[in-house]
């Protein structure tokens, strides 16, 4: 039978509607006497499995029959490299030790989605009520532990969230309507308390909205990637003059909200599920999401996602903007040999051109490994940023502070003054004329400006500083009486940095081999970056595209796949 195509969740009728520019308001409930740390946590790919059985097979997706000799018998806590998703252990676990160990050390929590279990048992097929139920249940967790603290969460639906199961959206139906009341029913019970009030309309057409995490100073944009992801067939594909399409819409918006933010002279993390790439979006999709990050990386600190379960980072280009048939040609990123290889790669590209980069022409993109030990181990990674300068770090009155108002100020005054530019050179108006580039969003491009001043490109106030990412080695070993410990998988700060009075990891949560000062080395600190801007990372990924650096890249490659196989 010919499949087809499902709208999202059938939750979103219809069309998403595109919601007017408004002033964001942040999500309740919010204590404003909070103290700002600096640090932010950054999880996804939790895939919490209900029918997860300890010693059944993986043939299984563990949910029944003994495990063959060759065949890996599944954990309780889970079974690490494997093809199964987390049992509620592992996920309980996870959580009663961020609350322990983060919830008072981290201002906020992006969480880019797949809450619920792969639909890949056909003896278990995964009904609504189940993906409601799952997600009820995170998200439940988030509140508890987070927002009831007063700490913001900002979720993202990923792909597995949507009923029914996601991968491909292939169905014998094309269709899910939900009725209104099942609608408000998903968004009261499950994400209402994430969503600021003014978002919950784009929210209910869409599920994309902003939040302020810090008011005034700091906002976070979360989209639904299924508007651009290519294997969701129910929508078209972000065509120019397809005004109604759903990704053109999410995207009209998109630019409303960071010209916004950009008049308020505010900075802004991008987070969503599925990563963009010319290999998983809409090729008309991934133009306007690497044109607005070139236009918009005066504000953009950064770009978070997951889906992919594997730990790396890659960048836009604005010469993925290029109009010619030679640039069409080449093969997508990633569509051919392992992530490793594709990275390697274009990094070696970047180390052959390292002495003419342009830091306007790139935006960096960062996907966190998965919470779900499949393929790999469970992870999370907090990140630091800065927050030195402010005369008081009080949540309720950074928005007042005078060094926040005194740097807007000397932004917005430089900003005026800069000259325009055009984001791609060689998209001439020849070029542009003919039939296969006439229609395309790359010969559509604005003029714009860029700022190597700005917090992306230069350490200043509220610039990611680095990360410290957490996992569980040697999953299999654990039971019943012997609970797993996240440990530090690596960290991307310089140890120096390490000690000093605000340090960017609590010392509490550091191994003993770096607590104490004079530590100089540690294959801990495999990269020593002085921050996450973006000249450091077009500095570390030239390294690693030098092939004489072997040692470099093997510990790449390690932390990547946490010594598991290649994807």
Same mark, same amino acid.
């Given at each position: 039978?010919?499949?087809?195509?499902?709208?999202?969740?059938?939750?979103?009728?219809?069309?998403?509607?595109?919601?007017?520019?408004?002033?964001?308001?942040?999500?309740?409930?919010?204590?404003?006497?909070?103290?700002?740390?600096?640090?932010?946590?950054?999880?996804?790919?939790?895939?919490?499995?209900?029918?997860?059985?300890?010693?059944?097979?993986?043939?299984?997706?563990?949910?029944?029959?003994?495990?063959?000799?060759? %065949?890996?018998?599944?954990?309780?806590?889970?079974?690490?490299?494997?093809?199964?998703?987390?049992?509620?252990?592992?996920?309980?676990?996870?959580?009663?030790?961020?609350?322990?160990?983060?919830?008072?050390?981290?201002?906020?929590?992006?969480?880019?989605?797949?809450?619920?279990?792969?639909?890949?048992?056909?003896?278990?097929?995964?009904?609504?009520?189940?993906?409601?139920?799952?997600?009820?249940?995170?998200?439940?967790?988030?509140?508890?532990?987070?927002?009831?603290?007063?700490?913001?969460?900002?979720?993202?639906?990923?792909?597995?969230?949507?009923?029914?199961?996601?991968?491909?959206?292939?169905?014998?139906?094309?269709?899910?309507?939900?009725?209104?009341?099942?609608?408000?029913?998903?968004?009261?019970?499950?994400?209402?308390?994430?969503?600021?009030?003014?978002?919950?309309?784009?929210?209910?057409?869409?599920?994309?909205?902003?939040?302020?995490?810090?008011?005034?100073?700091?906002?976070?944009?979360?989209?639904?990637?299924?508007?651009?992801?290519?294997?969701?067939?129910?929508?078209?594909?972000?065509?120019?003059?397809?005004?109604?399409?759903?990704?053109?819409?999410?995207?009209?918006?998109?630019?409303?909200?960071?010209?916004?933010?950009?008049?308020?002279?505010?900075?802004?993390?991008?987070?969503?599920?599925?990563?963009?790439? %010319?290999?998983?979006?809409?090729?008309?999709?991934?133009?306007?999401?690497?044109?607005?990050?070139?236009?918009?990386?005066?504000?953009?600190?950064?770009?978070?996602?997951?889906?992919?379960?594997?730990?790396?980072?890659?960048?836009?280009?604005?010469?993925?903007?290029?109009?010619?048939?030679?640039?069409?040609?080449?093969?997508?990123?990633?569509?051919?040999?392992?992530?490793?290889?594709?990275?390697?790669?274009?990094?070696?590209?970047?180390?052959?051109?390292?002495?003419?980069?342009?830091?306007?022409?790139?935006?960096?993109?960062?996907?966190?490994?998965?919470?779900?030990?499949?393929?790999?181990?469970?992870?999370?990674?907090?990140?630091?940023?800065?927050?030195?300068?402010?005369?008081?770090?009080?949540?309720?009155?950074?928005?007042?502070?005078?060094?926040?108002?005194?740097?807007?100020?000397?932004?917005?005054?430089?900003?005026?003054?800069?000259?325009?530019?055009?984001?791609?050179?060689?998209?001439?108006?020849?070029?542009?004329?003919?039939?296969?580039?006439?229609?395309?969003?790359?010969?559509?491009?604005?003029?714009?400006?860029?700022?190597?001043?700005?917090?992306?490109?230069?350490?200043?106030?509220?610039?990611?500083?680095?990360?410290?990412?957490?996992?569980?080695?040697?999953?299999?070993?654990? %039971?019943?009486?012997?609970?797993?410990?996240?440990?530090?998988?690596?960290?991307?700060?310089?140890?120096? &940095?390490?000690?000093?009075?605000?340090?960017?990891?609590?010392?509490?949560?550091?191994?003993? &081999?770096?607590?104490?000062?004079?530590?100089?080395?540690?294959?801990?600190?495999?990269?020593?970056?002085?921050?996450?801007?973006?000249?450091?990372?077009?500095?570390?990924?030239?390294?690693?595209?030098?092939?004489?650096?072997?040692?470099?890249?093997?510990?790449?490659?390690?932390?990547?796949?946490?010594?598991?196989? %290649?994807?």
């Amino acid at each position: 039978m010919k499949k087809r195509t499902l709208w999202l969740v059938g939750l979103w009728c219809g069309q998403a509607l595109a919601a007017p520019p408004q002033v964001v308001l942040h999500a309740a409930p919010s204590t404003s006497d909070r103290k700002l740390h600096g640090r932010f946590l950054h999880i996804t790919d939790i895939h919490p499995d209900p029918y997860y059985a300890e010693g059944t097979s993986q043939s299984s997706q563990c949910h029944r029959k003994e495990p063959s000799d060759n %065949d890996q018998r599944a954990g309780y806590y889970g079974t690490p490299f494997g093809v199964c998703d987390s049992p509620w252990t592992l996920t309980n676990i996870t959580f009663e030790h961020l609350e322990e160990h983060w919830s008072s050390e981290i201002d906020f929590v992006i969480w880019t989605g797949d809450n619920a279990r792969h639909d890949e048992d056909h003896e278990i097929p995964r009904p609504l009520d189940e993906v409601f139920a799952l997600n009820r249940a995170v998200a439940k967790k988030m509140e508890d532990v987070f927002l009831k603290k007063g700490i913001p969460v900002v979720p993202s639906l990923g792909n597995n969230d949507v009923w029914p199961h996601a991968s491909g959206f292939y169905v014998d139906d094309p269709f899910v309507f939900l009725t209104s009341t099942t609608a408000e029913y998903f968004i009261s019970s499950i994400w209402d308390a994430f969503i600021p009030s003014g978002f919950k309309t784009s929210f209910r057409n869409g599920a994309y909205y902003a939040l302020e995490v810090i008011p005034d100073a700091l906002a976070a944009i979360s989209l639904n990637t299924m508007y651009f992801y290519h294997n969701n067939k129910a929508v078209r594909g972000c065509l120019v003059g397809d005004a109604s399409d759903p990704g053109n819409l999410q995207f009209d918006w998109l630019e409303e909200q960071l010209e916004m933010f950009r008049a308020r002279q505010m900075q802004v993390w991008v987070t969503g599920h599925i990563p963009p790439s %010319d290999y998983h979006y809409f090729p008309e999709c991934y133009y306007r999401y690497a044109e607005l990050s070139l236009r918009y990386q005066d504000i953009i600190l950064g770009s978070l996602f997951g889906h992919l379960n594997v730990d790396h980072f890659y960048f836009v280009e604005a010469a993925d903007l290029d109009a010619s048939p030679e640039k069409d040609g080449m093969v997508p990123h990633s569509s051919e040999g392992t992530i490793f290889e594709a990275l390697m790669t274009n990094f070696q590209a970047l180390a052959n051109g390292s002495k003419h980069l342009n830091y306007d022409n790139y935006a960096v993109v960062t996907v966190s490994p998965s919470l779900v030990p499949n393929p790999y181990l469970p992870s999370f990674r907090v990140f630091s940023y800065n927050i030195s300068g402010l005369g008081s770090t009080t949540v309720g009155v950074v928005g007042e502070d005078e060094y926040l108002l005194m740097t807007k100020k000397e932004r917005a005054s430089r900003w005026k003054h800069l000259p325009y530019r055009h984001g791609n050179d060689g998209n001439d108006d020849r070029q542009c004329m003919g039939a296969g580039y006439r229609d395309s969003w790359r010969c559509k491009l604005r003029p714009w400006r860029s700022d190597s001043h700005a917090p992306s490109r230069q350490n200043t106030l509220w610039t990611p500083l680095g990360y410290a990412q957490y996992y569980i080695p040697q999953l299999e070993k654990y %039971d019943e009486k012997d609970g797993p410990k996240f440990k530090l998988e690596y960290l991307t700060f310089p140890i120096s &940095s390490l000690h000093l009075t605000e340090g960017p990891v609590p010392l509490r949560n550091l191994p003993k &081999s770096l607590r104490e000062a004079g530590v100089t080395e540690s294959e801990l600190a495999p990269y020593e970056l002085p921050d996450l801007t973006i000249p450091s990372w077009l500095d570390l990924a030239c390294e690693l595209g030098k092939p004489r650096e072997k040692k470099l890249r093997k510990q790449f490659k390690k932390y990547m796949y946490m010594g598991g196989e %290649d994807i």
